[in-house]
């Protein structure tokens, strides 16, 4: 056996993964195009995409009006987010790692920042309704349901990239034929209700609040989607990766938004499982408590997902600092650290569950958008995909420490979305920019972040050498 071979097996057999925010070697690359689409299928085919459908109904927006913005929040998203899956073939590179070449090897540590924002709220949020939904269902005392959760969540993620794919497919195999049933009961008009409950309405406020949460949804999967994708060989095409993940990402939210608001419209839920639960036996005994436990059981994978994206990003960002090469026994301390911090910080949630959900998706997507119209417009217009792998790890390289052009752009952007945020339910702070009063609380600041960010960064970027650049990368190739 060469020892090329040798080493693809061992990195395809070993319990925990061995490998941290380091670049994939080609003869490593073992993962399967095919994984894709139920990796990500499942990554929003659970508890927190039937919350997601009550942000509308609880505003006064009708049922179809919900649909209808939930879907295009939805479909919005997952563009962003496929155009970043395709780089991880092409890079064999954890996101933010890929990010140095618009940030600098230090200068990353501020999109990093958003990301870890991201991480730390879905799992601090996704606790706390995994504790409220299962003592709404099952009866279950929710403190233990948190530490459960919690621990379990970091101990999948310990065991990295694989037995997250792994255990996506299983928990996918039982829970999608137990939706889809219920779901045809509710169809045929099994899973009671009424037709005349609180319809609701049409307000722009509502439509675009519904939009926004539904999109920042699949743009928060952006900072880790390639981090799932970097196995995957380099010849891989970009649109069988972009067909799979968003055919993945998109038919589950959507489902599961719809579903979420004829709950919240027909049933009158306020909790996602409890709602599940009380469908599901209507349309015939026990159906709706193992649909809802096996929705609970794809919210905690995704738990275990965020908290390995979340490690990778934190190494990362010490990386930048403090030269060292992040190996498995690095990722193990940060998993459970993060763990530790996100419980504690989900233990101090008083929100209800559909506020804490909408509030931190708003976050998330002001954060997030910046730095996804920057890297994006660099990637695809003006490297094109072009870039030296160890100059990425180099921290006196051609991308720099601190890369004006990519700070300023995220600088930009989040700046310009100030005036237009509108954020409310967070504790006792509510705040609606004059630009957002003016409309009359239309939130339209990501949409005007993205813009700002993205266009600054291509203005900026047009006084890099990109064709020296190529050069080394040609030459540096790995």
Known sequence: ??????????AQTTLVESRSIDWVPHEERHGKLWHQLPLWFLGNFQYSSVVI??????????????????????????????????????????????????????GVVIPLFA????????????????????????????????????????????LGHDWVHRMFRIVLAISLPLTLIMTIGIVLGHGGGSAHGHPGGFTIVAFMAQLSAAAAYNITYAPYVSDYSRYLPADTKPSSVFASVFLGATVSAIWLIVLGAWMAVRLGATDGLAGMQTAGNNVFSHLGGAAALFSALALWATMGMNAYGGSLTVLTALASFRPFTPGRRSRIITVVALTLAWYAVGESISAGAVDAVFVSLTIMLYLLVPWTATNLVDYFVVRRGHYAIPEIFNPNGIYGSWAWRGIAAYALGLLAEVPFMVIKGLGPITYVGPAAGALGSVDIAWLVGLIVAGGSYWLFARSLDVSAEVSVASMTRA
Request: glycine letters at 12%.
């Open 1 to 10: 056996m060469s020892a090329s071979t040798e080493k693809n097996t061992t």
């Open 53 to 106: 459908g009550f942000i509308g109904p609880s505003m006064g927006l009708s049922l179809a009006w919900t649909a209808v913005a939930g879907a295009l929040g939805i479909i919005i998203g997952t563009l962003f987010m496929v155009f970043h899956a395709s780089q991880g073939p092409q890079m064999g590179l954890p996101q933010m790692i890929q990010s140095r070449g618009q940030f600098g090897y230090r």
């Open 115 to 158: 990301t870890f924002v991201t991480y730390f709220m879905f799992n601090a949020v996704n606790q706390v309704l995994l504790g409220s939904g299962f003592k709404a269902s099952f009866g279950l005392n929710s403190e233990v349901v948190k530490v459960v959760v919690a621990a379990s969540a970091g101990l999948l993620a310990i």
